[in-house]
């Protein structure tokens, strides 16, 4: 069964899948909004998270490995928050 997400561009499967290959790149601002900007409390970050590493893990959704992911989420998460 799927559900739509009440607003539809804040469902992680739209941002990840929607973005193509930019998908890591999306995620990786995400991350660092969500950290360092004001705006971070309106996105789906730790969902996101999850999804991330379940897509990198199953499929080559980056087309890098679940390390390297981990990896440049936390940096995003560390920059961002130097940042904010």
């Known amino acids: 069964m799927h559900h739509a997400a009440l607003i539809p561009w804040l469902d992680p499967n739209v941002i990840i899948h929607g973005a193509g290959p930019w998908a890591l790149a999306v995620v990786l601002f995400i991350i660092f909004a969500e ?25 080559p959704v980056f087309g890098l490995d679940i390390w390297a992911v981990g990896l440049l989420i936390a940096l995003a998460a560390v920059v961002g928050g130097e940042v904010g």
Request: without cysteine; proline residues 4%; glycine residues 16%.
């Open 35 to 59: 950290t360092g900007l004001l705006i971070g409390f309106l996105l789906p970050g730790d969902t996101l998270l999850i999804i991330s590493g379940l897509l990198t893990n199953t499929t």
